[in-house]
């Protein structure tokens, strides 16, 4: 992996995290939203017994997925704060990244026409 790969990777995961981040955030507040209307449903509701074990079922496992997706709010929200409080660093970045692939580009067809010495032919 040559240097502006591993930029690029980096350049990456910082735009990566800044969607996902909303994303995540996002459905947390949907299943927040969701748990409200089990809570009240059975709060409210005259339920049977086996109506309150499927809702409490449900409860469960949307209660284990928005904790997946906190944790991926919280996992995100570090790089998403470092691009935020570093855009101009970032933007300067990808200004380099394509300097970097130049001189990449350049050393990788490098060829030499002598000045002095004649070619064998």
């Known amino acids: 992996m040559n240097n502006s790969e591993i ?5 990456d995961m910082i735009n990566e995290s800044e969607s996902m981040y909303q994303i995540a955030y996002d459905k ?5 939203k969701a748990s409200g209307d089990i809570l009240h449903k059975l709060e409210l509701d005259n339920l049977s017994y086996s109506d ?4 409490m079922t449900q409860l469960k496992t949307l209660r284990k997925d928005r904790r997946y997706y906190k944790d991926l709010v919280e996992e995100y929200e570090v790089m998403n704060k470092y691009y935020n409080e570093n855009k101009k660093a970032v933007d300067l970045l990808k200004q380099k990244l394509g300097d970097m692939r130049r001189i990449e580009s350049y050393h990788s067809v490098r060829t ?10």
């Open 28 to 32: 947390v507040n949907e299943l927040d």
């Open 52 to 55: 309150n074990c499927k809702l």
């Open 112 to 121: 030499y026409k002598p000045r002095v010495l004649k070619e064998d032919k």
């Open 7 to 11: 930029i690029k990777s980096f350049l």
